[in-house]
């Protein structure tokens, strides 16, 4: 397996515009998450799914922040619009919860707002 | 929420010689992973040792989960085991599916 594939790696954009980060999960795991590492905060949850669904997004900083996974092979991070205060490595994880919950992790996008 | 603490938050050492990582939990967990972050910021995975002790060359970690820590061995060190050391735990109670990350500990191994 490829592993989990994020896209793109690298995006610079300037504040207000929308931003679009794509990540493909492992195939068979059925949880996905999307993670936000900052030096501030260190790694944190923005979101989780498990079967397609949206279990808690109470990570998500706020009503700009938008996700969404219409299969289970696909999902999008959208921040609409960008602030510089975004600025992050975005990471896409994605795991099997039926026993053993082992996470892996995308190559992250870096996302620079200027 | 649980708390995760690594120590120490820095590391420098000569090539070849060993070390021990610490991560201590708060609570109860399912999962405790430790992870590599390189120099590329990708995260490795390198052990998922939510109880016992596991080796992987000259990686090993062990987890005391009623006592609530783990430590990661790494012996005769290389330059490319430089990067930032996670632990990660996923607590067994309430929202029992998401990772919490420690800060890290940063190693430097100089040639």
């Known amino acids: 397996d490829a592993g989990v594939i994020q896209s793109p790696r690298h995006e610079v954009t300037e504040m207000g515009q929308e931003v679009t980060l794509r990540c493909k999960p492992i195939?068979?795991?059925?949880?996905l998450f999307w993670y936000r590492q900052t030096m501030m905060r260190g790694l944190e949850l923005l979101i989780y799914f498990n079967n397609n669904v949206p279990i808690d997004d109470s990570g998500m900083p706020e009503d700009r922040f938008s996700a969404k996974m219409p299969n289970a092979s696909f999902s999008t991070l959208k921040i609409q619009p960008s602030e510089p205060r975004d600025s992050a490595v975005y990471f896409c994880?994605?795991?099997?919860?039926?026993?053993?919950?082992?996470?892996?992790f995308g190559q992250g996008t870096r996302l620079t707002v200027v | 929420g649980i708390q995760v603490e690594q120590s120490p938050p820095d590391l420098i050492l000569q090539e070849g010689a060993n070390s021990t990582l610490r991560c201590n939990f708060s609570d109860s967990v399912n999962n405790l992973q430790w992870f590599h972050q390189n120099p590329w910021g990708q995260l490795i995975n390198l052990f998922y040792i939510p109880s016992g002790t596991k080796q992987n060359g000259r990686l090993s970690a062990t987890t005391v989960a009623t006592e609530r820590y783990s430590l990661l061995y790494i012996s005769s060190s290389q330059t490319t085991d430089s990067g930032v050391y996670f632990c990660?735990?996923?607590?067994?109670?309430?929202?029992?599916?998401?990772?919490?990350f420690g800060k890290g500990t940063l190693l430097t191994v100089n040639p």
């Open positions: 195939s068979g795991h059925n949880s």
């Open positions: 990660a735990v996923e607590n067994s109670g309430g929202s029992n599916y998401k990772l919490t």
């Open positions: 994880a994605s795991s099997f919860t039926g026993g053993r919950t082992e996470a892996f």
